[in-house]
């Protein structure tokens, strides 16, 4: 992070131009959207824009193939977004979304994730179990020292406060904490064993809506929920004693070690609450390794909520880091506030009316986009729904270079809120293009109908 802007930016557009040299014969949504708009070359980093997806993409599928537990076809639609042949994948055995991504994990390179669902719909990202080792060997390069005197695995315990395993992104990178971080499963130390049920989780969130919209009294569980509910049910009753047996681990058996946890805001908050009113703090090694990001979640933080979690787990920093499921790179945050963009992941920002891209210059705020280097199994370009000020010329005060986000983070729906807008993911280069893709991502006859 002390390259010039003009090196660094060569650098990006020589990987930008081999990722899309790789990616457009490989990658059908991506091949008809170029198609679509004559773009044969990569000669300039804005000329990513057009090709850049948005969560669209990865919730375009129809939702009966859910519902009506179609999993072969909504593989035919996964295989169209990634590198990798899912074509020889058998899925006709799979009867939830639980066994329907534990076969794509098992079978193929694939360690897929989705989204948590909120407008009813998962979105589902097909990365690698590689994409996401390269996730957990940036907290390795950054936090635990020298890279070049560093020997993996760290050996080093690992607490998550929830499940071990699931569909969502910090779980997904569970498998690859364990590997390179924890060295073996039990330096792993989750507070609820198994999986979260994705299937599970959606219907949650299904129920949620129809409350909110008035309809829960015509609400149904699904079947295979349904069918699971015993499973469940136990699964609950045992959360009580999961939870004492985790925070025992945390205050007996790892008292003064040095530990790594990768957990949300809230949930970090949440553990050093409830460990202070047990009359507990400064627990582990200060130099244990703390990171966090994601938000609030909803729930309202006071302002000291740092000191109490550094308070509780006796550490002298909280490592911050902005990033979203569809993305393998992180940002991380300064001891300045500021959010820097790492040299593999390309940012740019969007008008939040227009969509049209603002220059890559001076201060500017807008929508989120990037494209990651990281990622080599599909096409890492993505619009999100994060409001940023991006600061591309002035040195941070950390010694760092490059472009870097100031003046916090927030959801560009808020913003638009308070002008009356709506939240139009697009960019403006692209509207009738993008819509052909997702027309040809759900296509009938490439769906079996």
Request: net charge negative; charged share 25%; aromatic share 10%.
């Amino acid at each position: 992070m002390t390259l010039g802007r003009a090196d660094l930016e060569r650098l990006q557009l020589i990987g930008l131009r081999q990722r899309f040299e790789q990616c457009r014969e490989s990658v059908p949504v991506l091949k008809r959207l170029a198609d679509n708009q004559g773009i044969r070359e990569i000669s300039r980093l804005e000329d990513a824009l057009p090709l850049l997806y948005t969560s669209q993409t990865y919730k375009s599928y129809p939702s009966a193939l859910v519902d009506q537990h179609r999993f072969d076809q909504l593989t035919k639609w996964l295989d169209k977004l990634t590198m990798h042949d899912l074509s020889k994948v058998d899925v006709s055995g799979c009867q939830s979304i639980d066994s329907w991504m534990t076969t794509i994990k098992r079978e193929t390179p694939l360690l897929m994730i989705h989204t948590s669902g909120t407008s009813g719909t998962m979105s589902f990202v097909p990365s690698t179990k590689r994409e996401w080792e390269k996730f957990v060997e940036q907290f390795v390069l950054w936090l635990f020292g020298d890279p070049a005197e560093l020997t993996l695995p760290l050996d080093v315990d690992c607490i998550y406060p929830y499940y071990r395993d699931g569909g969502w992104s910090h779980a997904a990178a569970n498998d690859c904490l364990v590997k390179l971080v924890a060295g073996n499963e039990e330096r792993f130390h989750a507070a609820y064993p198994g999986r979260l049920s994705s299937d599970l989780l959606l219907m949650g969130i299904r129920h949620q809506i129809a409350t909110a919209k008035g309809e829960v009294s015509t609400f149904r569980l699904s079947p295979e929920v349904a069918a699971r509910r015993e499973e469940f049910e136990a699964q609950q009753r045992a959360m009580p004693d999961n939870a004492r047996a985790f925070f025992e681990t945390l205050c007996d058996e790892l008292s003064g070690r040095r530990v790594f946890t990768q957990v949300t805001t809230s949930m970090l908050f949440k553990i050093a609450q409830e460990g202070l009113k047990g009359g507990k703090q400064g627990i582990f090694s200060p130099d244990s390794v703390i990171v966090s990001g994601g938000g609030a979640k909803g729930i309202a933080l006071p302002p000291d909520w740092e000191e109490t979690v550094k308070t509780f787990f006796g550490v002298r920093e909280i490592a911050m880091f902005f990033g979203m499921s569809e993305m393998i790179a992180l940002y991380r945050r300064c001891e300045h506030g500021h959010y820097h963009a790492p040299a593999w992941s390309i940012p740019y920002v969007l008008d939040i009316e227009s969509g049209k891209p603002l220059p890559r210059e001076g201060r500017q705020s807008g929508r989120f986009a990037c494209y990651d280097l990281l990622i080599d199994s599909r096409w890492g370009g993505f619009i999100s729904g994060d409001y940023v000020t991006m600061d591309w010329e002035t040195s941070c005060a950390c010694g760092r270079t490059g472009p870097h986000i100031v003046d916090g983070i927030r959801r560009v729906a808020d913003v638009q809120k308070e002008g009356a807008g709506e939240d139009k993911i697009s960019c403006a280069l692209t509207p009738d293009a993008y819509e052909d893709a997702l027309d040809f991502l759900n296509a009938a006859e490439t769906l079996g109908g």
